[in-house]
């Protein structure tokens, strides 16, 4: 029986925009990683009945992705040296750089809760808002990867919903323990 290749999708059917703007892995790994750890931070550090600090919280989720980022980017390196030869490279240096997009996706979360020390909402407001547009980042990220991997648009949206599910999750536990 002779061997039969995969189809070969026509270039025409993808919008050049998606082929020219494919993510890396790591960088749908980390925009992912970071909305997600933005929002669980977003809600643990807005507890009921204390005193609004919206200036902190930006601050905080801010240090904790760049924490995550240097961790996740070092423990890459650890991994690289136990299994070369021991001894630190320009490369290894990249893999922590390479976490960029970890600290970028926290970014919108942090001026949400600028605008709020800016007086321009509440900082409830401020946390609803991060909240609901991480959720939908969520989806818009989900989507796009199985896009840019040929999917058509209904599988494309299950995969964004799923993605979203997490952000959903999140809200919900927020609205629980509050």
Request: net charge negative.
């Amino acid at each position: 029986m002779p061997d039969r290749a995969e189809p070969v999708r026509p270039e025409s059917v993808e919008p050049r925009w998606i082929l020219r703007h494919r993510p890396s892995e790591p960088s749908l790994f980390s925009g992912i990683y970071g909305l997600v750890l933005a929002s669980a931070l977003v809600a643990a550090l807005d507890p009921a009945g204390e005193q609004a600090n919206p200036g902190q919280d930006a601050l905080w989720v801010l240090f904790t992705a760049l924490a995550s980022g240097a961790a996740h980017g070092y423990a890459h390196v650890i991994a690289q040296r136990a299994s070369v030869d021991g001894t630190a490279t320009t490369s290894r240096l990249r893999l922590v750089l390479a976490e960029w997009p970890l600290v970028a996706a926290v970014l919108p979360t942090v001026g949400i809760l600028l605008a709020a020390v800016a007086g321009w909402w509440a900082e409830a407001t401020a946390v609803d808002t991060a909240l609901l547009f991480n959720t939908v980042a969520l989806f818009g990220w989900g989507a796009w990867a199985a896009r840019t991997a040929g999917h058509g648009w209904p599988s494309s949206c299950r995969a964004g919903s799923m993605d979203m599910l997490i952000g959903l999750l999140i809200i919900i536990a927020n609205a629980l323990i509050k």
